[in-house]
């Protein structure tokens, strides 16, 4: 079974988090992934860093400029993670953009996501109409799952036509604007919350954008399956480096 769904099968709520591959140093990627594991994350996106990250605030979009400039590429993050199976065991999911994975072969991309141990997918801007047509099959071909954004604006019908060929969980969007962490959720997001629980959604749902501490990510999963927690987390690392991620994860577990 992929690892996502058996994660979300499992009988507790998920902390998922995001990082830029290659910050904020080059080879730190591996060592980020594993130390995440140890402290107690269930799920982590690994971030293939882009010039134009449209969907991405400043804390993630300067983190991605950063790897980029130490020198991180799609084939080095490949080579990077060849090994990472014989340490890691929780999920792992590449986000990013298209243009890379078109760059270096839809199909080619898939294939090398399968052999290092990816297994899922979030790319924002691939709509998902484009996707079910011409790469379903493919990332079906090499066990991948890939994740739909949905936000405030995305209407009842069309999150039920993503939930209808998704196979994994939908992400959801807190607020409409770009990623960032804030201090806590108002009314007009836990209507939104309660909106989306109230469709009953064949594939669970994992909360992020705005998720930074306890209280944020406590107000999350009573309406979810989990939270993503990602520029509060980049802000971290920026300041303390990759080797002792207790002091980020604990707090937000244990409150």
Known sequence: MNRIRAKLQEDKKLLSIYFTAGYPKLEDTVTTIQNLEKNGVDMIEIGLPFSDPLADGPTIQESSTQALQNGMTSTLLFDQLKDVRKTVS???????????????????????????????????????????????????????????????????ARIRYMDSISDGFIY????????????????????????????????????????????????????????????????????????????????????
């Open 172 to 255: 959801m969007v807190s607020s409409a604007s770009t990623t960032g962490s804030q201090s806590g959720f108002g009314k007009e997001q836990t209507d939104y919350f309660k909106r989306i629980a109230n469709l009953k959604l064949e594939n669970p749902q994992i909360i992020g954008f705005g998720i930074s501490n306890h209280e944020t990510f406590s107000q999350a999963i009573q309406y979810a399956k989990g939270a993503i927690i990602g520029s509060a987390f980049i802000k971290h690392v920026s300041a303390n480096g990759v080797d002792d991620l207790g002091e980020f994860t604990a707090p937000i577990l244990n409150g």
């Open 90 to 156: 929780i999920p792992l999911i590449l986000m990013g953009y298209f243009n890379p994975m078109l760059q270096y072969g839809v199909e080619a991309f898939c294939k090398k996501c399968q052999e290092v141990g990816i297994d899922g997918l979030i790319i924002p801007d691939l709509p998902v109409e484009v996707y079910q047509e011409d790469y379903k099959d493919i990332f079906e071909r090499y066990g991948l799952l890939n994740v739909f954004l949905i936000t405030p604006q995305t209407s009842d």
